[in-house]
């Protein structure tokens, strides 16, 4: 049996043999020092290092580099002592903005569409299902208080739970609080505006204080941190109420977490998709008001297509995520997951501002007005989206959705081109082990599934920075492609489980895993169109919403996706809400609850 040396020389031998040598140079370096039991680097051993890197090098170069390296070593230990909060970003901030890209800087009026007219109903469960904005006018005209409307959805929270698994934390005393506060206001006469009252829950990576914050790992069950997320604060100075702490899949990722699986009220033979696996299955069963959940890649979007639901992933930098676990300081979003599209535009006026805390969030102000013309919106579409579908009930809602646009003022569809580029850059894996390297050196991440993506230790800085420069070059590609256009439409995310579970890859799998596998040394097989623009547009952090377009016949949802350019998110909405009116699908709710 060879020896351990041995064993590292041939497993670095063929790496460099599929030209990963300058990717893995550093790490060799290291190696050789413990192979030799040194505490130091020694010239041999970085040249040795080197020779794979595609570098020729002089002796003084390689002298040089010695000397820094092992003064690195001590620089190395005194950073890993000093404990970094959570909350602490790299000191540069990622801008989903690229030149030569114009977005509207002017704040406008907020404009919602004409109150409903509503009436209480003989029993309060009946409102479970009805959008924030006929909750906001039974509220606002006191025909329901608060506290009814926090416990008829703590009550529903309590009794699915067993069939959805979707609650970490119920926060019963602290919503009941809350909504006899809500109540107390309106009476006397100090109504917030239409979340005043609204019960809602949100993702357990989603800090509160006082209460567990899990991030659905094992390795972090009894953590709790004391303060509250951005977000929290936000939507209680709205006057919305707390109710629940929501599944998220493990450490932000699928819709398994130390619980088990998280369901979908549609079917439950079916996991809701994650990572925002829990705010999704409650919104869709009628248990909250509205979610809020969090995004990398596909985590809002992918189970709010499981479940049904109007899903809002924003612009990056609208939201803080001040108090919020990290997957990539460059990719993560929080957005609002709800029944109806103006339901997202409601809870986006009280939470998409700067805080003074994440210093990526833009000043750009979120507008939102119900009268904007649909008919003089330009519409987009990628139509290979719809003609990859290889499921014809999902074949047919997707055309029925296209009509049903039309019939709403889209006079016309203009084709986009999904640019070719490549996708494949190294942020999440780089960033994500960076966050929880303090948590891995001391052992916590044993007990996680996927341990914090340690893959990511083995990319050098300067091939994540040079696949940064790329990124930037892909997103001008996008800008370009899509700059004749103010809305597009996709037929269905290939992450997203927009065949409700057919016809396309496995809900909730980041997109740049969408691909086949390859084996060692081949290049990468090339992804469909579709699955290009998700990991596109999700790198270069467009806006999108998912909206339901039918059922299949086990009962799930389809659905369909509209994206736009940066900070574009009240055109956006705008189209989604008229799909909405026109087509009627976010008004049927699960029946599979009560089976």
Known sequence: MADVSETRRRFMAHFASIGLGATLAPGIAWARMQDAGAKKLTLAMVADAMKLSGLELTDDELKAMVDSANQNLTRYEELRAIHIPNDVSPPFHFSAIVPGMEVNRTKQPFHLSAAPSVKRPARVEEVAFWPVRQLAELVRTKQVTSVELTEMYLARLHRYNAKLNNVVTFLDEVGLSEARKADAEIAAGKYKGPLHGIPWGCKDIISVKGFKTTWGSPAFKGQSFDYDASVVEMLRD???????????????????????????????????????????????????????GTETSGSILSPSARCGLAGLRPTFGRISRYGVMALSW???????????????????????????????????????????????????????????????????????????????????????????????????????????????????????????????????????????????????????????????????????????????????????ETTPATPPGEPPRPQTPTQRHFAMANLACYPAINVPNGFIDTGSPTNVTFYARPFGEMELIALAKAYQDAAGFHLKHPTALDT
């Open 330 to 512: 460059t990719q993560d979003r929080l957005g609002p997951i709800c029944r109806y599209a103006e339901d997202c535009a409601i809870v986006m006026q009280a939470i998409a501002k700067p805080d003074g805390r994440d210093m990526s969030v833009s000043d750009i102000p979120f507008n939102w007005n119900a009268q904007l013309d649909v008919k003089k919106l330009r519409v987009g579409i990628i139509r290979a989206s719809f003609d990859e579908l290889t499921d014809a009930t999902v074949k047919a809602n997707a055309e029925k959705a296209l009509d049903t646009l039309r019939a709403v003022g889209v006079s016309k569809f203009i084709p986009i081109d999904v640019p070719e580029f490549t996708t494949n850059t190294s942020a999440i894996n780089v960033e994500s082990v960076v966050f929880f390297d303090e948590h891995a050196r001391a052992g916590r991440m044993k007990e996680a599934r996927n341990g914090g993506r340690p893959n990511g230790r083995l990319i050098p800085a300067v091939e994540y920075l040079r696949s940064q420069r790329v990124r930037m070059m892909m997103m001008l590609k996008l800008a370009e492609a899509t700059a004749n256009v103010d809305v597009y439409v996709v037929a269905a995310n290939p992450a997203g489980g927009g065949a409700g579970g057919r016809g396309g890859t496995a809900a909730g799998t980041p997109a740049a």
């Open 238 to 292: 709205a006057g919305a109420v707390l109710v629940a702490k929501l599944a998220t899949g493990e450490l932000a990722s699928g819709d398994q977490w130390f619980g088990g699986q998280t369901k979908s009220p549609w079917n439950l033979s079916q996991g809701s998709s994650g990572s925002s696996a829990g705010p999704s299955s409650a919104t869709a069963a009628g248990c909250v008001g509205f979610g809020i």
